[in-house]
Nanobody, 123 residues
Framework: QVQLVESGGGLVQAGGSLRLSCAAS????????VGWFRRASGKEREFVAA????????YYASSVKGRFTISRDNAKNTVFLQMNSLKPEDTAVYYC????????????????WGQGTQVTVSS
């Protein structure tokens, strides 16, 4: 059972940056692909970014490509989401999720989820 804990959310002005972290309890976390998803108020959860277990492959939603960067430090069992040039439409609860197999942009393919961290971007 993998437990995931997100942190790093907060309130930031448009154009600012935040760095989210997803810390895992499982020491074999380096064997899991990880995705970041978000859910804005009144909207469905959507894919943001994903990274392979090794960190060599990344994948982004078109809405964040060029602004967000996903990375991981397997020695620390942690995945990061660096968010730059934030926009008000990025406001949402951000969740990290893990799956044993390859990375995916489909939320239903992920087995483990964190509790989420709120990101609010003011205009």
């Amino acid at each position: 059972q993998v437990q995931l804990v997100e942190s790093g959310g907060g309130l930031v002005q448009a154009g600012g940056s935040l760095r989210l972290s997803c810390a895992a309890s499982e020491r074999t976390f380096s064997s899991y692909a990880v995705g970041w998803f978000r859910r804005a108020s009144g909207k469905e959860r959507e894919f943001v970014a994903a990274i392979s277990f090794s960190g060599t492959t990344t994948y982004y939603a078109s809405s964040v490509k060029g602004r967000f960067t996903i990375s991981r430090d397997n020695a620390k069992n942690t995945v990061f989401l660096q968010m730059n040039s934030l926009k008000p439409e990025d406001t949402a609860v951000y969740y990290c999720a893990a799956r044993w197999e390859g990375y995916s942009d489909r939320s239903y393919e992920y087995n483990y989820w964190g509790q989420g961290t709120q990101v609010t971007v003011s205009s």
